[in-house]
């Protein structure tokens, strides 16, 4: 299937972001690294961060910005600054990392309750994606989303471009959380192919469809900048992946009502 993006007449200057002014935008891009380190390294609970002066220079950035960026990680709790001394990562007890079992062997109830918390969380992304997403933000939906296409004409796992595709939305928020949650599930979020396994070939063709247009229309949406729409596409994608894994529990050949 070939996606037709050229109809938007998509360029440079048409994708500008609305009403995100040019440091918030990037404090976040410093917040998302910083997270990011601390996350998965080199950081860990009771190192220094850098001096504001080092991270300015890093990241070429005002020293505005920096400090904006630090407030926003102390005031998730993440960091914690000592008067003359420094800014320090928190340890375990300050604040807990955020992990949910994910596992594609997830009974019923405990899949379903993970698709209940994507709902929330990915439809409020994909609004503030729409509202906020750069060029090349949108350059990386299209990527995602050829690359699940592609996976999927070729009768390949689609699962980690569909994961890919969902964790790009969520970078577009320009809110560091939302990206933060999303990889900390892990693309077995998106049980794809237990999907295509337990429906059988010719529900998985029709879900296949569904899901191929379910996707344009949220990217469609966050092209064009509609706020309500992207919000509603993505819960409506999200409410019937929730549908199709509970139909996976009814008799093969079953549709969902």
């Known amino acids: 299937m070939r996606d037709n993006f050229k109809e938007y007449g998509l360029t440079t200057t048409s994708l500008q972001p609305v009403g995100r002014p040019r440091s918030r935008r990037l404090s976040a891009g410093v917040v998302d690294e910083l997270s990011r380190r601390m996350r998965i390294g080199p950081l860990r609970a009771g ?6 002066a080092a991270i300015r220079e890093e990241f070429g950035v005002s020293r505005t910005v920096v400090r904006e960026a630090l407030s926003k990680l102390q005031a998730a709790g993440i ?10 990562v928190v340890g375990a007890s300050r604040a807990k990392p955020f992990q949910v079992d994910s596992s594609p062997d997830d009974s019923l109830a405990q899949a379903l309750a ?8 990915e439809s409020e992304a994909a609004a503030l994606a729409a509202q906020r997403r750069t060029p090349g933000d ?6 995602a989303l050829h690359a699940f296409n592609a996976a999927m004409d070729q009768g390949m ?7 890919q595709f969902h964790l790009e939305i969520a970078r577009a928020s320009h809110s560091p959380h ?4 999303l990889e900390a599930l892990g693309p077995t979020c998106v049980p794809t192919a237990f999907l295509e396994a337990a429906a059988g070939e010719e529900l998985s063709a029709a879900w296949a469809s569904q899901v191929r247009h379910e996707h344009r229309s949220i990217f ?6 509609d706020v309500e729409a992207a919000r509603a596409a993505m819960r ?6 929730r549908e199709r894994r509970r139909a996976c529990e009814r008799p093969r050949g079953v549709l969902p009502p």
Not at 236 to 241: A, D, E, P, R, S
């Open 236 to 241: 409506t994608h999200l409410v019937n992946g």
């Open 114 to 121: 993970l698709i209940e918390l994507r709902i929330g969380l």
């Open 178 to 181: 939302f990206a933060a949650v």
């Open 79 to 88: 960091v914690r600054t000592r008067q003359g001394v420094g800014t320090f």
């Open 220 to 225: 469609d949406a966050i092209a064009q900048h």
């Open 47 to 52: 190192d220094q961060l850098p001096t504001e």
């Open 138 to 143: 949108l350059d990386a939906l299209k990527g």
């Open 157 to 163: 796992d689609t699962a980690v471009p569909d994961f």
